[in-house]
Every structure is written in structure tokens, then in C-alpha cells.
């Protein structure tokens, strides 16, 4: 009886909000077929030989078996952490020392002229400043070889190819960009640390609290939720970022820049190779997804 | 008294020292934006002998020379930019708001199932949406660049509107509710005004990411003439001019141009969006 009454009340709930439904509905429909579609395809067709012209063919675990003996697909997963871990790190701290020190700027006038500073590098696109950074690495009149001639660090003539020796490229992929301070993220930090009440940083300051120990004590526990943010989704933007293999190295020299998500990008849209290239995808899916949920554990055991 | 004035004294060395330091930072980080201004206004013999440095005379033509090519590009942006932002601010906020102020069973199963979708990444997307829109035989048009945009966006978009409608207090939509609103008018006339500034952060966070897109527009367009600014940038006008740098510079200081006045007029809007929300985990 008592279930009957809770099933038609139920049914009654769904009736009464069939206006939130319907609102719902143009959203649901367009993230069914935009959103959990390709996904599901692409976990269903790597199990096939799948190209753009000729019907799919199921070949079972032929994709992950030629991927996991492709060397170029193994050396590619060490390139990526190498890389990815330092740009990580970078990508995190080096806009926390920037929001710290526009923070202990006590002319406010200045300091909201520095967050609007902070924010212009955003005005010109990533692929400008990747293709700046071409001319920059230009190995014979590249504004890093003409800085490190004139300031005779180098013999005068010297030619130094940046992205095209094998030994640096790894090092310019990283440096590029220097000194990374601009950016959202440093806004991101700043309204983090003005949360902080006054009285809190004036009492530190009578208590004799240095900058340094109020930062290490006082910012760094408070901040520590937009530290994560940045950690988890730089991350997973780190792994997948293939911008300036695309536009700067193309790989090379050799194979020495090869990152996963390149390699599945070059066997989908050069070999044409989809099947193939969404067994890579799944791969990196689910590295991806352990990697989330390692990160997410580790920070509740530290809460 | 004498104690008190060094300390002031110290006091303002500290912030000489500081502001140099901000200063030389800025300097270092927005170097290669005057770096591409002064490239771009040199004439190509200039360019060979000194690079890096400003020198006279200013040559406006390269402007125009790049213009031939990356007008239509920029024009093709602002096309995209247009109708994936409309569409997305309208899906995204309706839905929010839903979300956020109606009570109806499976809210927040519908929820995590929008939400989820943050968590798929890229990867494993890119081939098979590919693939889709080819099916649908929609490559090469405006749709393929703007229905992905407006749906994929709508997801993260979802997210920070509803947290900040949450914020609103009840009592406003109570009252309205009383007063005979139904929630169609609670959303056009009290959520949206009160959301500007959301808005505004989510549009603009969203046309930099259409200017920044290299990836999709360059594999699902292969009309020089429908490409989207980096796309073209990339495919098409580097290479095109690979031996004229001044006028690729100049190329790529149009490129920006729409940037630059979008952030002159919403920069306000956009700092007290990305200050207030506090994005963390």
C-alpha cells in the first residue's frame, strides 16, 4: 500500500517537473550524439580495421598488439613524462610565485594594473606565440643564438639548432615560453589569497611572522584546493598536448619528441589508420583515467 | 622615532625591489608581443640585418599583404565564434538554471551525466568524432567547426554557471515565484541580469579557445577558404610566406587584433569572473 502511494508520487514528481525536462531535453539529445557517441565508437572500433573509405573489419586485439611492439609508440610514453612532468610543475608554481609577489604590491592602483598585465599574454594565440617561438629558436639568427652571442656566451657565428638537435629539443620544448608568468592562472591564485581576511596577514605581521613563513604557513594550506585544480587538469591537458610536436618538430629530429597522443594523431590523419588510432586513444583513456583516480585517493588520504 | 623611520625606509626598498622584479618579468613575458609588432612593420631587407631590434622606416604594407589572406580566416572565426558562443551562453545557462533552481526526480542523476563528460578527455574522442561528422557528411562546412564547439563547451560551461547560480539566495526567486513569475520569466528576468559577469568570463574563455583551435578545424576542413584563424594560420599562411617573416608577423598581428579588443572592452568582466568563481578542487 505504502509502496504503491511512493510509486504514484514518484510518477506524480516526474509529471510535475516534465517542464525541467523539457528544457533538458535540447541539451541531453546534443550531448548523446556530440558527446557519449564518439567515445563509446571509439572504445567499440579499436577492436576493428577501420579507415575512411572501406566498411570496418574486426580484427580483436590485433590494434593493442602491434601498438604495444611498435618501439615508436613505446619510447613515445618516456618522451611524454619528460616533458610533461616539468611543464607541470612550471604551469603550477611559477604562477603562485607570480600571484604572490603582485600580492605583497601595496599600491593597489598597481597591483590591479599588474593583473590586467598578467592577462595580455592571452590576447595573441597559443599558435602566434608557437610560431614566435620558432623564429625565437631560428638556430643561426634566432633571438636566443643572437642573446647568447652578444652576451659572448657563444662564439660569434655559432649555430645552435635548438629544436633540431637531439640532445636539446627536449630542453627547448620545455623552456619555451619562458618565463611563463602570464596567464589566468596567476588571477586564479589572487582571488585565492585576497580570500585571506587582513586580519589575519596583520596579525602574522605583528607576531613577527616573516613573508616567507606567513606564505608557507598561512597561503599554501588555503591555496592548496586551486593547487590541486591546476595539478589534476594540467595533467590531463599535459598528456594530451601535441601543439608543438605538430607546429615545431613534427616529431623529429627522428622520433625524439613522439608524445601518444602525436603518434595516434599521425596514424589517424596521415596513415588514416582510424581503428588503430582509437585503440591508441583507449590506451591513453584509461592511463589517463588510473592517473585521475591515483591523484584523487592520494589527495583524500592526505585531507 | 629614529627605529620607526628605517623600518619605513626598509619598508619601501622592499617594494623598489619588488616592483623591479614584477617589471622585469613583465618585460621578459611580453617581449615577444613587441617583438611581433616591430617584425611585422619592417621591410624584409631590415628584417635580415637587424631582427630583433625596432627600426625605422614603418612598413604598413605587410598589413595589407596579410590581410589578402587572413582576412577571410578572421572572417570565418568571427562566423564560428559567433553562433558557438550565442549557442552555447543560451544551452548552457538554461540548463544551469534548471539544474540549479527546479526540483524534479533524476536532477542529479542528469547532472553527473553532464558533468561526467568533463572527464573524457580529448584522446579518445578525436578519431571517432571524426568519423561522425564525416558520416553525417558534414566536413568541410561551418557546422562541423560550431555544433561540436556549442555542445562541448555547454559542458564545462554547465558546471561554473550552475555553482554560481547556487550562490544566488532563494529568497529573490521565492518572492518572484510568489509574486506569479514561472520559471521561464525567474530565469530571462532575475537569474541572467544577476550573471553578466559569468557570461561574460564563460564567452570570452570560449572565443580564445575558437582562436586557439588548431587540431579540429585543420582535419575537418580542407577548404583554404573556410579555415578558422589558427587552422589557416598554420596550414595555409606560415608556409605560404615562410620566406617573407615581416608579413608573416604582420599576419600574425591581425590574427590577434580581435583578441586584443575583446579583452580592452571585457578584461573588467573577465578578472572579476575568473576572482570571484575561485576554481579549485
Known sequence: MSSKLKNDSLLRRIWKGRLAYLLLAPLMIGLLITSYYPPISGLYRSFFDWDVINEPVFVGMDNFVELFSDEVFLNSIPTMFQIAIPRLLISIFVPLIMAELIFAVKSKKMQYAYRVMVLLPIVAPGLVYTLLWQKIYDPQFGLLTTLLQGMNIVPEGTVINWLGNKDLVIFSLIFKGFPWVGGTAVLIYMSGLMNISTEVIESSVLDGCSTLRRIWHIDLPLLIGQIKYFLVFGLIGCIQDYNDQLILTNGGPGYTTYVPSYYMYIKAFTAGRMGYASAVGFVMFIAIFLLTIFIMRKKKGDD | ?281
Open chain 2, 1 to 281: 622615532m629614529v627605529l620607526k623611520k628605517t623600518k619605513r625606509a626598509r619598508h619601501r626598498t622592499s617594494q623598489v625591489i619588488l616592483h623591479t622584479v614584477i617589471a622585469l618579468l613583465m618585460f621578459m613575458t611580453l617581449y615577444p608581443l613587441f617583438i611581433a609588432v616591430f617584425i611585422g612593420l619592417k621591410s624584409h631587407d631590415a628584417f635580415l640585418h637587424t631582427p630583433w631590434l625596432p627600426t625605422l622606416p614603418l612598413w604598413f604594407t605587410n598589413f595589407k599583404t596579410a590581410f589578402e589572406v587572413v582576412g577571410v580566416y578572421m572572417f570565418n572565426t568571427f562566423i564560428v565564434g559567433i553562433a558557438s558562443v550565442l549557442g552555447t551562453l543560451a544551452l548552457a545557462s538554461l540548463s544551469a538554471y534548471v539544474f540549479s533552481r527546479m526540483r524534479f526526480p533524476g536532477r542529479q542523476l542528469l547532472y553527473f551525466a553532464v558533468i561526467a563528460l568533463m572527464m573524457v578527455p580529448g584522446v579518445l574522442t578525436l578519431v571517432p568524432s571524426y568519423m561522425l561528422y564525416n558520416n553525417l557528411g558534414l566536413l568541410n562546412s561551418y557546422w562541423v567547426l560550431i555544433i561540436p564547439n556549442i555542445f562541448g563547451s555547454s559542458v564545462g560551461a554547465i558546471f561554473l554557471f550552475r555553482t554560481y547560480f547556487d550562490g544566488l539566495p532563494e529568497s529573490i526567486f521565492e518572492a518572484a515565484r510568489i509574486d506569479g513569475c514561472t520559471e521561464l520569466r525567474c530565469y530571462f528576468s532575475i537569474c541572467l541580469p544577476l550573471s553578466k559577469a559569468i557570461l561574460g568570463t564563460q564567452a570570452i574563455s570560449q572565443i580564445i579557445g575558437i582562436w586557439n583551435d588548431v587540431v579540429w578545424p585543420s582535419i575537418t576542413i580542407t577548404d583554404p577558404d573556410m579555415w578558422t584563424i589558427s587552422a589557416g594560420l598554420y596550414r595555409q599562411f606560415a608556409g605560404q610566406y615562410s620566406s617573407n617573416t615581416p608579413v608573416q608577423f604582420a599576419g600574425y598581428i591581425l590574427a590577434s587584433l580581435p583578441l586584443v579588443l575583446l579583452f580592452v572592452f571585457a578584461n573588467r568582466y573577465y578578472i572579476e569572473g575568473l576572482t570571484t568563481t575561485g576554481l579549485k578542487l
